[in-house]
């Protein structure tokens, strides 16, 4: 990474656990605009009139958030997380044991519920593949150097901007001189596929996200915004990516697009689909590029 100016002062931090951070409305989030990007009704009820509740972690959510504790913030790993007891759900003791760390969680082998207090709760598979995808990663150079630097992990930043709204993010590290790193599990290595799903699944609308809160916050530099993506799978390699400024341009523009798409829908109080009326629907133009060349 290059090294920019030192900035001090950093703007908007907001001392909020995962759950305070995501039960805020008020502030858009990259996760909150994405909701939006797929169903402005869905983004009504989960945001505005509230008569959706939000989805429970998922699997892979709460084994990339132990991934997150186990690499970035390994000396508080059980301030952050909380083993589910395994065994056999039918023994008093296990039974016991499991309504000690969260009585709503019930008594399966994998809980109903992904939070008790500050932490959230894993498995004890989940547990040890994320000790084990965090110390492979620590193998990587590159990663081993930028995890031991000083910086903020898992840290909250909530901003307002005339023009864009209030907006937040929570950064996985940011670092004092601007730098972003954003720790990914993926299945894919092959850059060209990694670049792919970055795409499709709006990897460069959140780089954005977090590069606007972090200019607002701290004044805008020459930071770098870096990926490290963690196969989910053994041997657990990493690959670490810094993402292109045309990338960046590309995913921002998308966002102001939705941003100002939701102010009006805001001022309007207008939350109805924007797919009235009949569509149209036809084949991807790369199948049909694809049955051309055949």
């Not at 008594?107 to 992904?114: G, L, Q």
């Not at 770098?224 to 990338?247: D, K």
Request: aromatic share 8%.
């Amino acid at each position: 990474m290059s090294a920019p100016k030192k900035i001090q002062a950093i703007n908007g931090l907001w001392q909020a656990t995962a759950t305070e951070y995501h039960s805020d409305n008020e502030y858009i989030s990259h996760s909150m605009l994405e909701d939006f990007r797929d169903s402005i009704p869905r983004f009504a009820g989960l945001f505005v009139t509230k008569t959706i509740a939000a989805d429970e972690s998922s699997q892979a959510q709460a084994l990339g958030t132990a991934f997150h504790a186990f690499l970035l913030e390994p000396d508080i790993v059980n301030d952050l997380l909380v083993k589910w007891p395994e065994g056999d759900g039918k023994t008093a003791e296990v039974q016991r044991a499991r309504k000690n760390v969260c009585p709503q969680a019930g008594n399966a082998a994998t809980p109903k519920v992904r939070h008790v207090g500050a932490r959230t709760i894993v498995t004890a598979d989940q547990w040890d593949q994320a000790q084990r995808m965090a110390d492979s990663a620590r193998q990587h150079p590159l990663v081993r150097s930028m995890v031991d630097l000083p910086g903020y992990c898992e840290q909250a930043v909530r901003v307002e901007c005339s023009e864009l709204g209030k907006r937040k993010a929570r950064f996985d590290k940011l670092f004092e001189a601007g730098h972003i790193l954003d720790l990914k599990s993926t299945r894919h290595m092959d850059p060209k596929a990694f670049a792919k799903d970055a795409y499709n699944l709006g990897y460069f609308r959140q780089a954005a996200t977090y590069e606007d809160v972090r200019d607002i916050a701290m004044g805008a530099g020459q930071a770098v915004f870096i990926y490290v993506a963690t196969c989910s799978e053994e041997p657990f390699e990493t690959i670490v990516y810094e993402v292109e400024r045309e990338a960046l341009a590309l995913g921002r523009e998308e966002n102001r697009e939705l941003l100002f798409e939701l102010r009006d829908r805001q001022r309007r109080d207008d939350w109805s689909s924007r797919w009235s009326g009949l569509q149209r629907l036809n084949a991807p133009q790369w199948a049909r590029r694809q049955s051309e060349r055949e």
